[in-house]
């Protein structure tokens, strides 16, 4: 059977770099989210790399002093500099929100997969288990744990630990039923006629077509676990010593701040609150509209 | 001189249910034999719901048969474990229907023909698996240069099923199962990947499963054919006679309705019509009762092969004049 | 007798990022009442384009650039939208690919038939409107019963018949099935294709099958027109398209087809189609064309009418070889 060496007339494919930019000018959820937390992460890194963090800590500098040249956002009634204060309150917010929505993720990847392929028993388990656990309101929870333990048990990963033992179950299901679709597709059955086994078809088969799925669960668990930390702190119920965000705004409350006019004391941690959650928010529904294969796809 | 292929009273049956269990025989009691020194190329044909679908599944050991055993190179499929499994895999493949459906849109189309060389240890060397692929992909009319690098929608659906044939051709597999591979594609396209298929079988010496409703195709490429509906066997034997000569009212009707593309030979030419199932009867008996324009009091029972020379047989009590042949016999009625 | 639907120098073109595409390339003819035509190519040849462009409805980034769509002497390009919309199933139907599976599986089929002509402002009581949908359902082979019946409890080849007998509720002069059968199986497949000849008759329509199966077209329509890389390049009566193919392409593709006479025999076109983004110069099919000659790769050759009355787009009949 012969092939005729015609010229092929070549169609250029604009390259993936270019895609990508011509994609995120599409999607604005997603190119503002992107661009607000790389400008905290900026900000947090830089600052980390220049304050002097023990004037984070109380008694490190005169208190209840209005912003000025020296002290950019002022000090508080405990004699914190509250620009180290949020420099390092943002550091330990990114902690606590990727440790704990990057194990909630990883455990929701594991036992999704775990129950989905596997099926049988195991699966009927894993369903229950997370069907069960889903309505407990989680807030209730977390409150009456962190409010139980003694106050110098409480740590950042301590509260890590918190949020991520009621948040797993939503990826859980969501990677379980992506996967049990994905594993009736054909090309599961190529792979296994190539003679791939079970793990192959998981990691190199599955697991690729799901890392839109997977980064949409971790921004979301990234952002639960951060507001689930701030609700906690303006609690009281964190490490009250760290100047956590949210121990921040609990502090000045309980302080008074607002009737002794130390205006300057919540404000930060509240602006930089409100531009986590909602660069964050932004992601999720930008990822949300990319994991969707309906609405992407216009290459 | 040992089968390469054996399936002995194979039967599927599906439930469904927990409390009152509905069950669908989707093959019943099938049996066929290939031989290993004599490739073939075999067509099983019946509409959707026949059956052809359980039978490629069984035969690629995706799900096992409720009765019956198969076996490859004498050895009980289902019973394989390790290299022996490795092998069976390596030496029964497939070409399925849907040519984007087999691949995996993350990766490029390259993946397909890489992940077979890789894990069935086909090459030596980057180098020398480049020459596989560039090979096999050649025989199949494509360039390399055109497809490889690309992902599955960045090429047209007729170059996706050429490399899924590519994909076959560089396995060199013993039993091919070919599920409607062409049935998704142009009509215009469809003659230079059948042409690869039964240069498959003439020059490397492939058994190939033929599965289709297109009895066209299966004229052209297969030596032999049996006809399914519901599950059972309705006609076999030489492809010429059975469609030249169709006995069974089912086939009939079948090859009645084929569209050739020959305006000397429109339908309507017989006056076999399609009668829409009266869904009355229980199920039991001949399985093309509740449309067969011919339906007699006999039908009630399944009706035997019965044997009208030596390359052709039917099930249909119409021809019981006939001798019997018994279904564990229907290879004898296939030419080579 | 004046034709019931003419398409005049149809051209469409889709905008990508990797640049305009010619989808549809000047493409002319007409059918006349009560006629079949089959438009047949390959996958991207433009056939289900022209389908849309007919009915208006091609959607950016594609965009009819010019051309005449006239039905019973009407204009379709012409009309404003809300004309339009009373145009589509009252005067021309379409049957899209894989309708089958696009009926609304949580309506009955009767409320389907009956929201598809809601917008016509029909003068006729509620049962006066479902007398007129059963009888429809009549005239395909469907028992009255399925009209309160839902999608799934039906089978493939009755839920394209429903489709069927939805194009017809308006008695439309044009009724286009865009591979009305592909999913079917033969047998359904003759009963689908017996049953549009039928209900043509019946109405009086035209009828336009496109698909890529030249078997189908041998027993079904009157003429065929073979579109390849947006452009027509034969329009013959079905006799002559299957006994004496003038283009080479329609040559090329007549020979490779399977029947009874040529068992083993496969002749296929050597090469692959052109993608609509970069098409050659000159005729699109001069790369695999066998009687290729040097005009072929600079001039387009334009559609002309032969003696016998049937039209062809290449140069070794356009007198400038």
């Not at chain 1, 950019?72 to 330990?92: E, I, K, N, S």
């Not at chain 2, 033929?210 to 509906?229: F, G, P």
């Not at chain 3, 089958?100 to 029909?122: C, E, F, K, T, Y």
């Amino acid at each position: 059977m012969t092939t005729l060496a015609i010229p092929q007339p070549e169609v250029i494919q604009p390259g993936r770099l270019t895609l990508l930019f011509r994609y995120l000018r599409r999607n604005k959820s997603l190119s503002i989210g992107l661009l607000l937390i790389l400008l905290l992460t900026a900000f947090t890194v830089f600052g980390m790399l220049t304050i002097d963090k023990k004037h984070a800590y109380p008694l490190s500098v005169p208190a209840k002093l209005p912003p000025s040249a020296q002290y950019p956002l002022g000090t508080d009634f405990f004699g914190r500099d509250l620009y180290p204060a949020m420099v390092v309150g943002l550091w330990q917010t990114a902690l606590i929100g990727v440790l704990a929505g990057g194990v909630g993720t990883l455990i929701g990847v594991v036992l999704g997969f775990i129950s989905a392929y596997f099926g049988g028993p195991l699966d009927s388990a894993i369903k229950g288990i997370c069907q069960i656990l889903t309505p407990i309101p989680a807030f209730l929870i977390q409150v009456i744990i962190a409010g139980s333990l003694d106050k110098r048990d409480v740590t950042i990963y301590t509260m890590a630990f918190i949020v991520v033992l009621l948040s797993w179950m939503g990826t859980t299901l969501v990677i379980r039923s992506q996967v049990l679709s994905m594993k009736e597709r054909q090309f599961v059955s190529v792979a296994k006629l190539s003679g791939m086994g079970d793990l192959g078809v998981i990691f190199i088969e599955i697991m690729p077509n799901l890392l839109p799925f997977i980064a949409a669960s971790f921004v979301g668990a990234v952002f639960g676990a951060v507001f689930a930390s701030f609700y906690l702190a303006v609690l009281g119920l964190g490490p009250l010593r760290e100047p956590l965000l949210g121990n921040t705004i609990w502090a000045a409350q309980s302080q008074g701040a607002f009737f002794n006019s130390w205006w300057w004391w919540p404000i930060g941690p509240a602006v930089a609150m409100v531009l986590i959650l909602g660069s964050l928010a932004l992601i999720n529904m930008g990822l949300d509209e990319l994991a969707n294969p309906r609405i992407r796809r216009t290459e | 001189m040992a089968d390469l292929l054996e399936l002995k009273n194979v039967t599927k049956i599906y439930t469904r249910g927990l409390l009152s269990k509905t069950s669908t025989t989707a093959l019943a009691n099938f049996s066929l034999k290939l031989d290993d020194q004599q490739p073939t190329i075999v067509t099983v044909a019946g509409e959707s719901g026949s059956g052809k679908t359980t039978l490629a599944m069984l035969l690629l050991g995706f799900i096992t048969a409720s009765a019956g055993q198969i076996f490859y190179k004498g050895q009980d499929i289902s019973q394989l474990r390790g290299a022996e499994r490795m092998s069976f895999r390596r030496e029964v493949q497939a070409v399925f229907q849907d040519p984007f459906s087999v691949f995996n849109p993350f990766y490029t189309v390259d993946h397909l023909l890489t992940v077979p060389i890789t894990l069935f240890k086909l090459a030596k060397s980057k180098t020398e698996a480049r020459d596989r692929m560039y090979e096999a992909l050649t025989a199949v009319g494509l360039r390399p240069e055109d497809v490889l690098g690309r992902f599955p929608h960045q090429v047209s659906g007729g170059q996706r099923q050429r490399i899924n044939v590519a994909r076959a051709l560089l396995l060199r597999p013993k039993l091919l199962v070919a599920d409607e591979p062409v049935s998704m594609v142009d009509a215009s396209l469809r003659s230079s990947i059948l042409e690869t298929l039964v240069g498959l079988e003439k020059n490397y010496g492939v058994s190939i499963i033929y599965i289709t409703h297109d009895l066209t195709t299966a004229y052209h490429i297969s030596k032999s054919i049996i006809v399914l509906y519901r599950g059972s066997v309705m006609e076999a034997g030489g492809v010429d006679t059975v469609i030249k000569e169709p006995k069974h009212p089912y086939t009939r009707l079948l090859v009645d309705s084929i569209p050739w593309p020959d305006i000397n030979r429109r339908w309507g030419a017989t006056e076999i019509k399609a009668k829409e199932s009266d869904q009355s009867g229980d199920g039991t008996g001949c399985k093309f009762a509740s449309r067969c324009p011919f339906v007699f009091q006999p039908c009630k029972d399944v009706p035997p092969l019965f044997r009208l020379n030596e390359h052709h047989a039917t099930a249909c009590y119409l021809f019981e004049k006939n001798p019997l042949i018994k279904s564990e016999q229907l290879s004898e009625l296939l030419p080579v | 007798m004046e034709p019931v639907l003419k398409v005049i120098d149809l051209q469409v073109s889709y905008y990508t990022d990797a640049g305009r595409a010619t989808a549809l390339a000047g493409a002319t003819l007409s059918i006349n009442a009560v006629e079949k035509l089959g438009l047949v190519g390959e996958s991207g040849s433009g056939k289900s384009t022209m389908a849309l462009a007919m009915m208006r409805m091609i959607k950016p980034p594609g965009r009819v650039e010019s051309g005449q769509v006239i039905v019973d002497g009407t204009d379709l390009r012409k009309l404003t939208d809300e004309e339009m919309l009373k145009a589509r199933l009252s005067k021309i139907a379409y049957i899209p690919q894989g309708a089958m599976n696009s009926l609304n599986p949580v309506m009955r089929i009767g409320d389907q038939m009956v929201d598809a002509i809601q917008a016509h402002a029909i003068n006729l009581s509620q049962k006066d409107f479902k007398e007129h949908c059963m009888q429809a359902l009549e005239s395909v082979d469907l028992k009255r019963s399925v009209f309160r019946m839902y999608p799934h409890e039906l089978s493939g080849g009755m839920k394209q018949r429903v489709c069927i007998a939805i194009s017809i509720l308006l008695k439309p002069k044009v009724i286009i099935c865009d591979e009305p059968t592909s999913a079917l199986d033969v047998v359904t497949q003759r009963q689908v294709m017996e049953t549009i000849d039928r209900v043509q008759k019946f109405i009086g329509a035209a009828v336009i099958l496109i698909g890529h199966d030249m078997g189908l077209m041998a027993q079904f329509v009157d003429k065929v027109a073979v579109l390849y890389a947006g452009r027509l390049m034969e329009v013959s009566s079905v006799r002559l398209m299957f006994t004496d193919p003038k283009h080479p392409y329609a040559r090329a593709l007549i020979s490779s087809l399977p029947n009874l006479e040529n068992k083993g025999v496969f002749q296929s076109i050597p090469g692959i189609a052109p993608s609509i983004l970069r098409l050659p110069s000159g005729c699109p099919f001069h790369p695999r064309c066998a009687y290729v000659m040097e005009v072929c790769k600079t001039e387009i050759p334009e559609l002309v009418t032969l003696d016998d009355g049937r039209s062809v787009a290449c140069h070794l009949f356009s007198g400038r070889a």
